[in-house]
């Protein structure tokens, strides 16, 4: 089984519409995060976790929000979806404080939004 | 302001030469940086790591190179296999942001057999 779960792996949708995506992870991290991937570019950060009651903003929160539900569990909401919020979405997990603690990733979810 | 750079987007080489991946940064605080490889409809994982006390790391066939004054870094893979290819992602991260990754956009490697 997977250490980090998405679910769904692939989503189409509509404008305005609230879709959530769903990440789990049994590797007992504290640390977990959300990016986004666009076609040529590198991995941006929505949001992370550091533990339950911790939630921050990353680089490109706007348009979304988080809730940690559980250590095991974060998922990542789109209000009101709209097109250019259609890219490929990662959730990581890390653990520890170190910079050489390496965040490891589910496989993603493709979201499309019409 | 773009402060991790992959300035190839892609890199092609024969089976069993030498891949080098480059990576250039802007930031003189970051404290890591990682590199990352990415095959399709899988999520990133895990390569190599270097702190910003070395030059050098090695792993197998893979060794990353750190060069601060000139804020450049340098994944080699020796000798490279057709397995290898994957997108590339080299990553830094700073104390002073709780070690949260910035990413580059990444660099294709394809390895011809």
């Known amino acids: 089984d997977a250490d980090v779960t998405q679910t769904p792996r692939n989503r189409i949708t509509k404008t305005g519409k609230r879709i959530m995506l769903e990440c789990s992870q049994t590797?007992?991290?504290?640390?977990m995060y959300w990016y986004r991937q666009d076609p040529g570019l590198g991995l941006r950060l929505i949001y992370y976790?550091?533990?339950?009651?911790?939630?921050n903003k990353g680089e490109i929160s706007d348009g979304y929000s988080v809730s940690r539900q559980a250590q095991a569990k974060f998922s990542l909401s789109l209000e009101s979806a709209i097109p250019n919020q259609t890219a490929l979405y990662f959730c990581?997990?890390?653990?520890?404080?170190?910079?050489?603690?390496?965040?490891?990733f589910g496989d993603g979810t493709r979201l499309s939004i019409l | 302001d773009q402060q991790v750079k992959q300035n190839s987007p892609s890199l092609s080489v024969q089976e069993g030469r030498i891949s080098i991946l480059n990576c250039d940064y802007t930031?003189?605080?970051?404290?890591?940086f990682l590199w990352y490889k990415k095959y399709p409809a899988e999520g990133p994982t895990f390569l190599i790591s270097?702190?910003?006390?070395?030059d050098k790391n090695e792993d197998g066939r893979f060794t990353v190179f750190l060069n601060k004054s000139a804020k450049h870094l340098s994944l080699h893979i020796v000798p490279s296999q057709p397995g290898d290819s994957a997108v590339y992602f080299c990553?830094?991260?700073?104390?002073?942001?709780?070690?949260?990754?910035?990413f580059g956009k990444g660099t294709l490697l394809t390895v011809n057999p």
């Open positions: 990581a997990t890390s653990q520890g404080t170190g910079g050489d603690q390496p965040q490891h």
């Open positions: 590797k007992g991290h504290d640390r």
């Open positions: 976790s550091f533990d339950v009651k911790d939630i």
């Open positions: 930031n003189s605080m970051f404290d890591y």
């Open positions: 270097i702190s910003s006390i070395k």
């Open positions: 990553a830094a991260s700073t104390i002073g942001s709780n070690y949260k990754l910035t």
